[in-house]
């Protein structure tokens, strides 16, 4: 990949207001990245707003109730001459955000999804960064910015949960000497882990067990799925925003490929959570039902009775993994 300078550098310095949205359903890279790009414009001269369309998960709160304010699009009555995007490339993903933006605005986006497909004037891209704020790093490193502790936390929070804090197959040497760099700027692995995971509320903790003792295992013990009803919610005393991470408890099981999370709230339709572990791309599956996401993680939507999903997805998920016994 090139790097992002002189360019990017430049456009800030042209720029007198910049606006860093989130993207929608923002994760840690998404909330950092804003962070550490905003904290960038400011030390570059021009005046930087961070929104967010969706609300920032509570276990990102400690970097969003910094000293600088996450707003609402609603709240921003101002004019940007430049549009950054972080974590993504296109406008789309940034919901109401977008909506602060016109013809003169100019757009440019750093981003390292694969597939990076963007309208914007300028795009710096490097699928082979496992997050946006291993970007962002080396290239404060390329302008001897030195982040402050806080933005170094920013983005070692980024880097540290897109790499399932260094366990998934993007952790490259790389990305391990590039969160040594932001711990040398103050960032603490320790605060940072027990901030993001052990935060979690009492519901979470309930509806993962009775979501475990719910799960149900397929005879050859490759796929393992629950359903989340309102009688689960009910018994766990927790809320629909409460399911986060048992999914990959269901996958954890010895020999499973492919885990399923169905939730139906009343007579709504069937919300499916999919992580598999390499050999089914669960994204490709999702795609086949009207939902996305990544090879090992995505989710989809059927409107239909969560059982009634639940047989359609299993017998197709038993036929990808028959074709490539
Ligand atoms: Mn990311």
């Known amino acids: 990949m090139s790097g992002p300078e002189p360019a990017l550098s430049q456009a800030i310095r042209d720029a007198r207001r910049v606006l860093v949205p989130l993207h929608l359903s923002p994760d840690g890279d998404s909330v950092g990245s804003a962070l550490a ?24 709160h400690f970097l969003s109730e910094g000293d600088r304010a996450i707003l609402d699009p609603g709240e921003v009555e101002v004019d940007f001459d430049l549009l950054l995007l972080v974590d993504g490339s296109s406008t789309d993903r940034v919901g109401r955000s977008a909506d602060l933006i016109d013809a003169h605005t100019r757009i440019y986006a750093i981003d390292h999804h694969r597939n990076a497909d963007s309208r914007a004037d300028w795009l710096w891209s490097d699928p082979g960064a496992a997050a946006t704020a291993q970007m962002l790093m080396r290239w404060f490193d390329e302008l001897s910015l030195v982040p402050t502790p806080f933005i170094a936390s920013c983005l070692y929070t980024g880097l540290a949960t897109d790499t399932g804090f260094f366990a998934y197959a ?13 711990v040398e700027c103050g960032a603490s692995p320790d605060w940072i882990h027990a901030r993001v995971n052990e935060h979690r509320t009492e519901g979470e903790l309930r509806l993962l067990g009775v979501a475990l003792t719910a799960m149900r295992v397929d005879e050859d013990g490759r796929v393992t799925w629950v359903i989340l009803d309102d009688e689960a919610f009910r018994r766990a005393g927790a809320s629909q925003e409460e399911t986060e991470g048992i999914i990959n408890h269901l996958r954890a099981l010895d020999g499973v490929e492919v885990a399923m999370v169905i939730t139906c709230i009343g007579a709504g339709p069937a919300r499916v959570s999919f992580r598999s572990r390499g050999r089914i791309d669960v994204g490709a599956l999702a795609a086949e039902f009207g939902g996305g996401g990544h090879d090992r993680a995505s989710g989809c939507t059927l409107d239909m009775p969560a059982e009634r999903a639940r047989t359609i997805l299993l017998a197709r998920i038993r036929s990808l993994l028959g074709d490539r016994a």
Request: charged fraction near 15%.
């Open 37 to 60: 790009a905003a904290w960038a414009v400011e030390a570059l001269g021009a005046s930087a707003y961070v929104t967010t369309a969706d609300p920032i998960p509570r276990k990102y």
């Open 170 to 182: 993007n952790t490259t040497s790389c990305a391990l000497y590039v969160a040594g760099r932001m």
